[in-house]
């Protein structure tokens, strides 16, 4: 089995106010082509670090990462391509020129990047929205562009962290089926980072269980159910008896502060 | 234009003539030396105009306008590198930026006789001056303008392989223009502030000296009809600046 993004023993540590805090510890995992994966714990269990320096925005204070061989040093925007909680677009730019971000950072030229880009916001539904500034955009329209805008770059892997946590529950639900629609016509590697069973469940092909700080990997699970998915499948509902036994225990601690 | 505009632009003309009104009223039965009625504007602007009496306004617009966009220009230049230099050096912006700030807050007109002690009677003095009162806006729009900018987006912008030039080329400065655009735009009245005070302190030339000049020999309605003039200038440059700080706030979002 080949492996394209391989995580093996890494840590990070934060320094705050009241001393060093480890927030991830001992993390290994091998991520194949074209999967699906989630990290799945509680809030502040580390795995959106994990995400930061799988994107080479933070360094790991040891252990390694490489993606397709060569060790993570700094953001590589040929290969990995990030979508955050926040859709952070600019709101000095319209929707179009927003996705077009990353080409022109690449040197694309103006016609080709406004091309590429039209060709992402249509089939998001956001056809006619081209020419909106984000403050004209809706919640959910935000994220899409967002996405569309991680997209453009082409690469490879695409990691999420939480990218429709800020969303109300209806429109969170209708991008996870979204999300499944775009990843069957452009089959990419996902790491995807969330705090929901229920986002875990419908798009993972497999999902890491975090524990809560120090974040380590728990558990990691197969999910071998087709899509579309029915999370009412008895299949399904036994999966999510699984996990939340798994991550339960995690989300008390969480809940009852760093010890 | 809509109706709602054309009424507002109504009640602003109307206030304006009422104004005029009033102060022709009021002023009818007092000594008319002292208290210039605006019925008696016209023929003393068509004294200031054709230098009846009066030295050419020309040269002297000439000075004024060629001193304000000199001290302009170079408060413009100190106050954006300065404000980068604080602003993106973090310890030192810690260090410095509270002295700017209470710098700032001493009324300037007191240094303006060590300025002329330092440059002299000259244009030189009233650039200094006209420097030294728009330099502080902007170099503080700057500051508060790389405060405003948001970090998520920065990080956004590195995370698709910004490097720091890029980051500073096409994060911060779109996200510091509008407030940038207002530094300027503050800048820019308070530099014309400086040089007229300048001038009116003590000068040879420039529009400055004009007024100190009729109004020392009591030409009292020449006086006014300048002031009316320096006002109506000055709202036409700052409409202009206007314009341009819309553009820039539109275009910053």
Known sequence: MTTQIQITGVSKRYHTASGPVLAVDGVSLAVRPREFLTLLGPSGCGKSTVLAMLAGLVTPDGGEIRIEGVPVSGPDPRKVALVFQDPGLFPWRTALDNVGFGLELRGVDAARRREIARGLLEPLGLRGFEAKYPRELSGGMRQRVAIARALALDTPIVLMDEPFGALDEQTRLLMGDWLVDVRRQTPKTVVFVTHSLHEAIALSDRIAVMTSRPGRIKELLEVALPFPRDLNAPAAVDLRAKLWEAIREEALRAMDGPA | ?253
């Not at chain 2, 040269?59 to 300065?82: C, P």
């Not at chain 2, 509270?98 to 244009?123: C, E, T």
Request: charged letters at 10%.
């Open chain 2, 1 to 253: 234009m809509s109706r709602e505009t054309a009424r507002v632009l109504g009640a602003r003309v109307a206030v304006l003539v009422g104004a005029l009104l009033l102060w022709e009223l009021i002023a009818a039965p007092l000594n008319p030396l002292l208290y210039v009625r605006p019925s008696a504007l016209p023929p003393a602007l068509a004294n200031v105009l054709l230098a009846r009496d009066v030295p050419a306004l020309g040269e002297h617009v000439l000075v004024t306008v060629r001193e304000i966009v000199v001290a302009f220009v170079l408060a413009v230049a100190v106050g954006l590198w300065l404000g980068f230099v604080l602003g993106l050096g973090r310890r030192l912006g810690r260090v410095y930026e509270p002295m700017l700030a209470a710098f700032y807050a001493i009324p300037s007109v007191i240094w303006y006789p060590s300025l002329m002690l330092f440059f002299g009677l000259g244009p030189a003095s009233k650039i200094a001056f006209g420097f030294l009162l728009a330099f502080f806006p902007i170099c503080l729009s700057v500051l508060s303008g790389i405060r405003q900018v948001n970090p998520h987006l920065v990080t956004v912008a590195r995370s698709m392989g910004a490097g720091s030039w890029t980051v500073f080329r096409k994060v911060m400065l779109p996200s510091m223009l509008g407030t940038l655009v207002g530094g300027l735009r503050a800048a820019l009245a308070l530099s014309v502030v400086g040089v007229l005070v300048g001038e009116m302190l003590g000068a040879r030339s420039g529009v400055g000296y004009l007024l100190n000049y009729t109004y020392g020999l009591l030409m009292t309605r020449e006086y006014t009809a300048l002031v009316v003039l320096v006002a109506a200038g000055v709202l036409a440059l700052d409409g202009m600046a206007a314009l341009v700080e819309a553009r820039g706030r539109r275009w910053s979002g």
